[in-house]
């Protein structure tokens, strides 16, 4: 049938064609605020309308007045990952029709666009045993749905879930009981099954085992459905891959500077605790280093924040190759760095992770055609089980990284007794 769109570009037109020519369902591709951005004539005729009439114009025009408020959750839900839902819609003669929407999502250019598959299920309600099968059976879902026996042997598999695993033109009747669960978590299954059995539905995260032997991490949703030949258990199988790893962005960015990817002040602060820990327990020496670069301003007064940006990571870069694995490198903000150093022998050992630092700071950059050269001042401590906690050992090489710079002797200073005294402009780590 024909698909009308609002100006969509030559790739997202072909893939409406596309979509048309493998359903006979009703369709219409909404942007975030539901505006309708393109449909087929099934979405038209079912409302006794136009796509002339429609295009534009906003979905909710097409609901039942007392099915709208929940427009916008679904509009939502759909862009987070889709969904599978029953409402009312009405006829331009003003008839309630019941019909099932199926609404999953996909970016262009950036911008989320939301597939809506309609579906008129007057006539299934009206046959409670039609209901029930079609509710699971959907083709047009964005998850995958696989209907189990009470065994485990698959009975139906729609079309996403052949699609995901891989599965081509298998032969259901010879593949093995739950055969798309990933070898690891088949020894969760009688107590997932029972708990389906038992409450009617569970929802659990596991991994599917696609035909090549690969796995993914999923979402699954298992239910059991009374059908008159007996009960079912039907699995919703949600491929969960994009949202772990956005789930790992927002961690990353919760401990890590986004500049130069050191740590950042929470992270060494976490680290820290954790040095101090061992160190109470087994006796450990801890260290702290902390650095202030200088000379930097001045390359972002004269070049600009762009340039210094450049350097900050390049000095980054260094300070990650100049210690140990177990160290942590910290970017506390502008030009001030810490690093914590657990385990190490004594103030010698300190001093001379100082100098390896204060050395490779201080060897020329070129970047973008400039040569720049940067020093720091570095302040070190030695954790005092007896006297001291995160922000004392902290502040403790702080006061010795202003001694340092006051001395300017050799780049770096040993916190010692007498330098409490000083005054320091800010606390650092806090």
């Known amino acids: 049938m024909p698909v009308t769109h ?5 790739d997202i037109a072909r893939l409406l064609e596309g979509l048309d020519a493998v359903t006979n ?3 219409v591709v909404l942007d975030m605020d539901g505006t309708i951005l393109a449909l ?5 005729e079912l409302h006794g309308l136009s796509a002339a009439d429609l295009i534009g114009g906003s979905i909710a025009q097409l609901r039942a007045p007392g099915a709208r408020s929940t427009l916008r959750a679904e509009l939502e839900a759909a862009c987070d990952g889709g ?4 409402t009312l819609h009405r006829h331009r003669d003003g008839t309630v029709i019941p019909v099932e929407i199926s609404a999953g999502s996909a970016t262009f250019g ?15 309600k009206a046959v409670m ?3 029930l099968l079609k509710s699971v059976l959907l083709d047009s879902t964005v ?7 009470l065994e485990g042997r698959a009975l139906y598999v729609n079309g996403p879930a052949h699609q995901v695993l891989g599965l081509g033109d298998v032969d259901l009747s010879k593949t093995d009981p739950y055969f798309w669960v990933a070898p690891k978590y088949t020894v969760l299954g009688p107590s997932r099954r029972e708990t389906i059995m038992t409450q009617g539905h569970h929802t659990f995260e596991s991994e599917a085992l696609r035909a090549d032997g690969t796995t993914f991490p999923t979402e699954v949703t298992g239910s059991r459905l009374e059908l008159p030949t007996g009960p079912v258990i039907v699995a919703v199988i949600r491929g969960v891959t994009d949202r772990l790893h956005a789930e790992e962005a927002v961690r990353h960015l919760a401990y890590h500077d986004p500049l130069t990817g050191l740590a950042n002040r929470t992270q060494m602060r976490d680290q820290l605790t954790l040095a101090i820990a061992s160190s109470l327990r087994h006796g450990d020496i801890l260290g702290v280093a902390y ?7 001045p390359i972002n007064d004269r070049l600009g924040h762009a340039m210094g940006d450049k350097a900050l990571a390049l000095i980054a870069d260094r300070l990650r190759e100049n210690v140990r694995a177990g160290d942590t490198v910290a970017r506390l903000g502008g030009d001030e760095f810490a690093v914590v150093l657990p385990r190490i022998a004594d103030t010698g050992d300190l001093e001379y992770a100082a100098k390896k630092l204060y050395d490779a700071i201080a060897q020329p950059m070129a970047i973008d055609g400039h040569e720049l050269t940067i020093t720091a001042s570095i302040g070190l401590a030695l954790f005092d089980p007896d006297a001291d906690d995160i922000d004392s050992l902290l502040i403790k090489a702080d006061l010795a990284m202003y001694s340092g710079k006051r001395d300017g002797s050799c780049g770096w200073d040993v916190y010692r007794d007498g330098m409490q005294g000083q005054t320091v402009a800010s606390g650092p780590g806090a």
Do not use: P
């Open 25 to 27: 369902d009703a369709w």
């Open 83 to 86: 969904l599978v839902y029953e």
């Open 40 to 44: 087929n004539d099934r979405e038209a």
């Open 291 to 297: 650095l202030d670069l200088d000379g930097f301003k």
């Open 110 to 124: 950036g911008r989320c666009r939301i597939f809506v598959m309609t579906r008129d299920i007057t006539r299934r």
């Open 143 to 149: 998850d995958s749905i696989i209907v189990h026996s």
């Open 129 to 131: 045993d039609e209901l």
């Open 6 to 10: 609002n100006g969509a570009d030559d």
